[in-house]
């Protein structure tokens, strides 16, 4: 049976629509909470880097960033962004050890679904230092929506706790926060995000 959506397909097919309305959102306020977990010089996973907005902002400052997405299109145009390769990878491909200070996953990892969700989070783990943090954000509510072609899952915070409590590994939600689109989308006006700092301690 087809699915009723194809994310990647959305991504592919809408690249530069998507990369204007996020390029220049201003995320200051949720950079500033994550930068205080982390030492100057850290190395960054921009995990679905989209237009490649955060990593410029994290490249501006020092931070050595490998930046990464799903789709091809959006990886060419955040490569030029960059002046860059941008590498396209799917979520699941995820295999390094003990190598990222800071995974940033900023409304991408939404997009997983839910059989593969805990599978992406050890991975993630898996790749971060002891002490590196995971910063990653999901529209706030239960279950999950298929809006434009693409597939969301919705977290609360109480489900990431379970969330985390499933990888048996050792991580601890450091941080949650609310607030409104800060994308110019005219689709997303009504929706809260929820904001999650996680920190790997051993």
């Not at 800071?102 to 997983?112: E, G, M, N, P, Y």
């Not at 230092?129 to 706030?140: A, H, Q, R």
């Not at 999950?144 to 590994?169: A, C, D, N």
Request: charged share 25%; with cysteine; proline share 1%.
């Amino acid at each position: 049976m087809k699915k009723a959506y194809d994310t990647l397909n959305y991504y592919n097919s809408n690249a530069k629509e998507f990369y204007n309305q996020t390029v220049f959102a201003d995320f200051e306020r949720i950079y500033q909470k994550v930068f205080m977990f982390l030492p100057k010089h850290s190395y960054i996973l921009d995990f679905g880097c989209g237009s490649g907005r955060d990593s410029k902002y994290f490249m501006d400052r020092g931070y050595f960033v490998k930046p990464c997405d799903g789709s091809i299109e959006m990886c060419k145009l955040a490569s030029k962004y960059l002046n860059r390769k941008v590498i396209c990878m799917d979520f699941l491909d995820l295999n390094e050890v003990n190598t990222y200070d800071c995974i940033w996953a900023c409304s991408s990892i939404l997009h997983v679904e839910d059989d593969h969700l805990l599978e992406v989070f050890n991975k993630m783990i898996d790749a971060l230092k002891v002490g590196g943090i995971i910063y990653t954000s999901f529209k706030v509510g239960e279950g999950y929506m298929i809006k434009e072609g693409k597939y969301y899952r919705f977290l609360t915070k109480k489900e990431m706790i379970q969330l985390l409590e499933k990888t048996g590994k050792s991580v601890r939600l450091i941080d949650y926060f609310e607030n409104e689109p800060l994308a110019r989308r005219t689709s997303n006006s009504n929706e809260t995000w929820g904001n999650y700092i996680i920190q790997k301690y051993g």
